[in-house]
């Protein structure tokens, strides 16, 4: 059985993979989690220190 982990991930990623990586973990389309981080950080300007947050506790995919 096949492990569900949360990482970043290097293929389409557009800054530091979190966006991509929460929407391959969530399956969702990684454009929906990249707007939502965009409203965050406009309206309820937390967007942008979740992201960092995420950046830096969300381990990087590893090779296969």
């Known amino acids: 059985m096949s492990e569900k982990r949360l990482t970043r991930v290097e293929d389409g990623r557009m ?22 981080f965009v409203l965050l950080a406009l309206f309820a300007a937390g967007g942008v220190l979740l992201y960092l947050i995420l950046w830096l506790i969300m381990p990087m995919e590893q090779g296969v």
């Open 15 to 36: 800054i530091a993979g979190v966006c991509a990586g929460l929407a391959n973990y969530l399956g969702v389309d990684a454009t929906v989690v990249r707007l939502i």
